[in-house]
């Protein structure tokens, strides 16, 4: 809920009350969290982090994460690179806006071994060495040169974990270039994006020999806005930001890195 809605004087003894202990920059963190509700403040991205968060410890266990050298790309407020750091990792978060990295740096000032800069991602990123698992979550169909970035993913880790809204084809070879408002703080930062249909997202894995597990399913889904679980039509719409995939891409021995993508089951 946004705190604008509720009657003003009540609003203002909320304010004052919860946030009169704090010291200063914690107070200006959660004034800011409690009035904006725009683009990556919106309350959608609790309910979809938290299930992305849970597949990602269903895939590698709550232990794993101590001591590994973790990437999230297109971090936003770095809430999950934080997530993966307070387990332990070593978690470097980049994202392209300088006001969403100053923000993530502020409210994330006290977890250990996080690290967050500015980064364009249409560019090279590789000056921050390799890591044991890449973060990529809605990233990738904000990026033009899709082909160009996913190489510099998949040349600076063995293991990619990677979700994206996608185009209804299963052609290889398609993709849609679609214009998205670069004001907009979630969005493109440079005005303009993509839909690769998964075929396409996963050819370029296995052309840099990673093998592909699907996780097409209901778990990961957000209301009616953010699907996973969707047949294919093959009329090349994305839904808006409807139409998604999630994928573990890994390196895998020769013969299994060219095999057909395992689809994988939800957890029950
Ligand atoms: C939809 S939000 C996803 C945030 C977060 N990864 C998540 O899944 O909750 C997309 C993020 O990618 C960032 N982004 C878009 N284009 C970028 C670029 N070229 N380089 C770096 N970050 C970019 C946006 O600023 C925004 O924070």
């Not at 800069?117 to 899709?146: K, N, P, T």
Request: glycine letters at 6%; a negative charge; proline letters at 4%.
């Amino acid at each position: 809920m946004n705190l604008f809605r509720v009657p003003r004087v009540f609003e203002r003894f909320q304010l004052l009350v919860f946030t009169g202990h704090m010291s200063p920059v914690d107070r200006h963190v959660t004034l800011s969290l409690a009035t904006r509700d725009d683009a990556i403040f919106a309350v959608s991205y609790a309910d979809w982090r938290t299930k992305r968060i849970n597949k990602l410890l269903e895939l590698y266990g709550v232990d794993w994460f101590a001591g590994k050298r973790v990437l999230e790309l297109g971090s936003g407020l770095s809430d999950i690179g934080a997530f993966f750091a307070d387990l332990g990792a070593e978690v470097v978060c980049l994202e392209g806006r300088q006001e969403t990295v100053t923000f993530a740096r502020l409210k994330h000032r006290d977890v250990p071994r996080l690290t967050i800069a500015q980064c364009d991602l249409e560019g090279d990123f590789s000056q921050y060495g390799r890591f044991d698992l890449i973060i990529h979550f809605g990233l990738l169909y904000h990026i033009r040169e899709v082909d160009a970035h996913m190489a510099r993913c998949f040349d600076l880790a063995d293991e990619v974990v990677l979700e994206s809204v996608v185009c209804d084809s299963t052609d290889p070879e398609r993709i849609l270039y679609v214009p998205e408002p670069a004001q907009v703080a979630e969005q493109s930062l440079h005005g303009v994006g993509s839909r690769p249909s998964p075929f396409y997202v996963e050819r370029l894995a296995a052309e840099r020999g990673f093998a592909a597990d699907r996780h097409f399913t209901a778990d990961l889904n957000h209301k009616n806005m953010y699907i996973y679980d969707w047949p294919h039509r093959n009329d090349e719409s994305h839904g808006d930001w409807r139409k998604r995939r999630f994928w573990r891409f890994h390196r895998g021995a020769a013969e299994s890195s060219m095999s057909e993508p395992r689809a994988i089951e939800a957890a029950a």
